[in-house]
């Protein structure tokens, strides 16, 4: 919980009257590597604090193939934003790429927190945006660019993540087959 806390007042102080509130509100959650922390298909009713480990967003194509949107890493929530907020049917999974320790927390109960303690609210809200804004800059990143140069780009923007995910996963996040990749990788040595 400390990680969790330790976040929060990154962003703004927090007392430890408020931490120890805030902490009554999440739940620990461990996950395999592999495993699904949310499947598309349902409404997503929580959200995830990833301690330790790595998630991604992830989605099925028509073709049936895994598609990789973004990958969330230690100290980021994570959830299905769309279908947390307007309680819609998500057509996104979440799942662990290894090992993950997350702290979890409903919708209800954070609406309960942001009663509780109405900061939370502009503070929780403030830390989504500023995500989606550093998606959409990863995103331009690697608009226009070649295969070669997209991995090239993967490696700066986010090398904390590159080593840490099955293959497979980066070559659907770059939209290149693992072949490829494992390609690129060797010239790239």
Do not use: W
Request: hydrophobic content about 40%; some cysteine; overall charge neutral.
């Amino acid at each position: 919980m400390e990680t969790l806390i330790a976040f929060f007042r990154s962003f703004k102080t927090i007392s430890d009257d408020e931490a120890e509130i805030i902490a009554t509100y999440f739940q620990d959650k461990d996950f395999k590597e592999g495993e699904y922390v949310f499947s598309e298909g349902r409404v997503c009713k929580t959200l995830f604090f990833i301690v330790k480990g790595i998630l991604r967003i992830v989605s099925t194509n028509q073709k049936g193939t895994d598609v990789t949107y973004y990958f969330v890493d230690d100290k980021q929530f994570c959830t299905i934003l769309q279908s947390f907020n307007e309680e819609t049917i998500a057509s996104e999974g979440i799942q662990a790429c290894c090992d993950t320790h997350v702290l979890a927390i409903s919708k209800k109960n954070l609406l309960g927190l942001y009663q509780k303690l109405p900061f939370m609210t502009d503070l929780v809200n403030g830390i989504h945006q500023q995500r989606m804004l550093e998606k959409i800059r990863l995103k331009n990143a690697y608009s226009g660019q070649d295969a070669v140069e997209r991995y090239q780009v993967f490696l700066s923007e986010q090398p904390q993540i590159a080593y840490r995910v099955p293959l497979n996963y980066i070559a659907s996040y770059l939209n290149v087959t693992p072949q490829s990749l494992s390609r690129i990788r060797r010239k790239l040595a």
